[in-house]
């Protein structure tokens, strides 16, 4: 079955969906994005995904492309033109299309909205799930905006590179102090030995993950404690259990970081209950 996007207006064949050279997306990085999770052929969470990106618009000062309902109907079009029953919808706005140059455009210039849906097999997230994510540690070294879900990634890029190449499928992000920050694409957890969650505070140098928001309620139901606090790696070494969370990888257990195994060595049992309950506690779209 052939791909669909949908760029600035219209639904194009994938192969043939393209941006304009002088987008400021593709010349400064000047855009945000959103990625959002499809289950059983509904959007999960998307309230909390567009607040976020209208968030992320505000702080840079983009304007909204188009009104929330029109931009929901894009989103679950994209979704079913592509027949995703379980996958992930992305969706990017950027400055617009303009003549090179640094400061922002005339007010004359639309946003441009890039949408793409894909299905992922849920087998192998569940089989991922029951192996556990190996981690590496590299230096943070991101902008100090991390709350907003920009499309400028390099830092990441080069941080799951990193990761690629060690073997590990995530790096989680070291601040100048020794505390972990987040991975490259997800939030970083710890359990201690009372079963306790910990994961630093979205106050700063994290992104407010749309997935660990959804643990936190999880946890609230279930009588589990959070303590928001940052954690140093050699910490995370000695814990119980870890895990990261994403839309794209939902709550996943972490068995190693770096050479170091974590508790036995396989995915803990508080991450893989998580995991389990997580779809009872999201918000599921009625498309
Ligand atoms: N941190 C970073 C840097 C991310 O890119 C992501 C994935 N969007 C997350 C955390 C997890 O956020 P969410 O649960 O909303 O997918």
């Known amino acids: 079955?052939?791909?669909?996007?949908?760029?600035?207006?219209?639904?194009?064949?994938?192969?043939?969906?393209?941006?304009?050279?002088?987008?400021?997306?593709?010349?400064?990085?000047?855009?945000?994005?959103?990625?959002?999770?499809?289950?059983?052929?509904?959007?999960?969470?998307?309230?909390?995904?567009?607040?976020?990106?209208?968030?992320?618009?505000?702080?840079?000062?983009?304007?909204?492309?188009?009104?929330?309902?029109?931009?929901?109907?894009?989103?679950?079009?994209?979704?079913?033109?592509?027949?995703?029953?379980?996958?992930?919808?992305?969706?990017?706005?950027?400055?617009?299309?303009?003549?090179?140059?640094?400061?922002f455009p005339g007010g004359e210039v639309a946003p441009a909205v890039v949408v793409t849906a894909k299905p992922i097999n849920r087998q192998i997230g569940e089989a991922n799930a029951e192996t556990g994510f190996k981690v590496v540690t590299v230096p943070d070294n991101r902008w100090d905006r991390v709350d907003i879900k920009s499309v400028s990634l390099l830092p990441n890029v080069m941080a799951k590179q990193a990761a690629k190449l060690k073997g590990a499928n995530e790096a989680w992000y070291v601040d100048a102090d020794g505390f972990v920050t987040e991975g490259s694409s997800t939030n970083a957890w710890i359990v201690d030995g009372e079963g306790r969650l910990i994961t630093r505070s979205a106050e700063h140098g994290i992104l407010r993950g749309i997935t660990r928001a959804v643990v936190f309620?999880?946890?609230?139901?279930?009588?589990?404690?959070?303590?928001?606090?940052?954690?140093?790696?050699?910490?995370?070494?000695?814990?119980?259990?870890?895990?990261?969370?994403a839309a794209s990888t939902v709550v996943m257990p972490v068995v190693q970081i770096d050479e170091t195994p974590i508790g036995n060595g396989a995915p803990g049992s508080i991450a893989t209950e998580l995991r389990e309950k997580f779809h009872t506690m999201v918000h599921l779209g009625t498309n």
Request: charged share 30%.
């Open 217 to 245: 309620d999880l946890a609230r139901r279930d009588g589990l404690e959070i303590v928001e606090r940052a954690f140093t790696v050699d910490e995370a070494k000695q814990a119980r259990e870890a895990f990261v969370t």
């Open 1 to 103: 079955m052939s791909r669909i996007a949908y760029v600035n207006g219209r639904y194009r064949p994938h192969r043939d969906a393209a941006v304009h050279i002088e987008d400021r997306g593709y010349q400064f990085a000047d855009g945000v994005y959103e990625v959002c999770e499809v289950r059983d052929g509904h959007l999960v969470d998307e309230p909390r995904h567009m607040a976020r990106l209208n968030r992320s618009l505000s702080e840079l000062d983009i304007r909204s492309p188009m009104p929330a309902g029109a931009l929901s109907f894009v989103l679950r079009e994209t979704a079913r033109r592509n027949r995703v029953h379980d996958g992930l919808v992305y969706v990017q706005v950027t400055r617009g299309v303009a003549p090179r140059d640094h400061a």
